[in-house]
């Protein structure tokens, strides 16, 4: 036999098992060396390597592999060797575990941020929501008021608005459901955005329905008022007096309201609606309220009626001016001669000089006044009277139900006349009025006429 010759391992014998049991303190130290675990841990584990259960897990060494009972593995050697089996589990579990720890600490923390960022950012969302209100709210702008524009004022003239009262100036604005009132001396003009004018003579009473260029609408109580209407920025106009609701869509006309309504149409045309009945008025008519048909407009009345005559010349004024202004002819401009053309014909621009030769009738003191009157067929009174002297701020009539009513007795004509004669109505049936003739004084009436009673 060769002496060289290596001899072959055999079977591993019983003693070589146990052997491998020996090796668990060897492995407890070696664990104890490498993890940073407190003394008394390691010697918890030390008896558990001697229980069958640890050397099952173990392969059985081989015969050349020299059993812990016989070879000492110094320390450093020791440090030095790869961690075994059973030594890659303990530690890699308490890394797992450390690890699984980590994470779950992250995890918390996460959690608890977001439900924490969560709350915050619903409480904030309000705040943010609020913002762009708050904003718009405050960049808004205020709607302009809707109302009439005061121009001329003469005299006392007040406006109501609610339950507040006060007296209108020039250049003021009067809003939507006010309602005018003129003293006996008083008068006003306004303008509107749609072009239109409005004169309100004195003693009237007028409610500005709506201003809108669209549908303007005014009532008036009593009193007079003479309008023109821009066709071309206004696309209705209405007044409603007594009955009737007169409608214009581009046109002079006045509206007088004492007992009935009577309208009278100066230029182009209206359309009155009475008791769903319409009647179309021509230029140069005069309709009165319950009457069958218009009337022939009686031009020499109008020279003789303050307000109107000044109503008219202030219209004849402004369109003149407006045309000597005008560059070139337009539809605008053609309407407007068309308009001043009818104005002319009335003859209200010689009113001036009618009032002139009236004041040249008489001289003196007025010491009495004679009153006649003839009923007409259509219900109205033509009367005339004759002073003894000069009236130098011309005449009022003055009616009542009640004989020997003083000024300004139950109704009156709303300007002073400067003429001898007067058609007042018509006046409605059923009743007996007691009429009269006085001489005006600017504020009240001095010498008054004899008494005309008149049944209807």
Do not use: H
């Not at 059985?60 to 812990?68: I, T, V």
């Amino acid at each position: 036999m060769d002496p060289t010759a290596q001899p072959v391992p055999s079977e591993a014998s019983p003693a070589d098992e146990n052997n491998t049991t020996d090796e668990s303190p060897q492995k407890a130290d070696e664990t104890s060396s490498e993890s940073p675990v407190p003394s008394f841990v390691t010697q918890a584990v030390a008896p558990v390597s001697e229980q069958p259960i640890v050397a099952t897990n173990e392969p059985s060494p081989s015969l050349d592999s020299p059993s812990s009972s016989e070879t000492s593995v110094p320390s450093q050697d020791m440090e030095s060797m790869p961690p075994k089996e059973n030594e890659g589990k303990f530690g890699s579990g308490k890394k797992q575990g450390l690890l699984i720890g980590i994470v779950g600490f992250l995890l918390v923390i996460a959690v608890g941020g977001g439900i924490f960022l969560a709350t915050k950012l619903s409480q904030k969302t309000p705040v943010e929501e609020e913002a762009p209100e708050t904003a718009i709210e405050t960049v808004t702008p205020t709607p302009a008021v809707v109302g009439a524009y005061t121009g001329f004022v003469e005299g006392n003239v007040w406006k109501t608005v609610g339950e507040n009262k006060t007296t209108l100036a020039q250049g003021s604005q009067v809003p939507e459901k006010a309602i005018v009132e003129t003293g006996d001396d008083g008068k006003i003009t306004f303008t509107f955005d749609g072009g239109s004018l409005l004169y309100v003579g004195p003693g009237s009473v007028i409610t500005i329905v709506s201003v809108e260029p669209s549908d303007m609408q005014f009532t008036l109580d009593k009193g007079i008022i003479y309008t023109f209407v821009d066709s071309t920025k206004t696309a209705k106009f209405s007044v409603v007096s007594g009955t009737a609701v007169i409608s214009a869509t581009g046109t002079a006309f006045s509206v007088e309201k004492d007992d009935l309504a009577g309208v009278n149409v100066y230029d182009s045309k209206v359309t009155i609606t009475q008791a769903g009945t319409e009647t179309a008025v021509e230029a140069n008519k005069r309709w009165i309220e319950g009457s069958a048909r218009p009337i022939t407009l009686n031009t020499a009345e109008l020279k003789t009626d303050n307000f109107l005559s000044w109503a008219i010349l202030a219209e004849i004024t402004r369109i003149t001016s407006q045309t000597e202004t005008t560059a070139s002819p337009s539809a605008s401009t053609t309407g407007s001669n068309a308009y001043l053309a009818a104005l002319e014909l009335l003859g209200i621009e010689n009113s001036d000089l009618v009032k002139a030769a009236f004041l040249k009738t008489k001289i003196g003191k007025i010491k009495t006044i004679t009153l006649t009157g003839q009923k007409n067929s259509d219900g109205t009174l033509k009367l005339s009277w004759t002073p003894d002297g000069l009236g130098e701020s011309g005449f009022k009539i003055i009616w009542s139900e009640t004989p020997t009513k003083p000024y300004p007795g139950d109704k009156k004509t709303s300007t002073p006349l400067f003429a001898y004669e007067k058609t007042i109505g018509p006046i409605k049936s059923g009743s007996t009025w007691y009429f009269r003739v006085c001489e005006w004084m600017g504020t009240t009436c001095g010498v008054y006429s004899n008494e005309l009673p008149v049944s209807f």
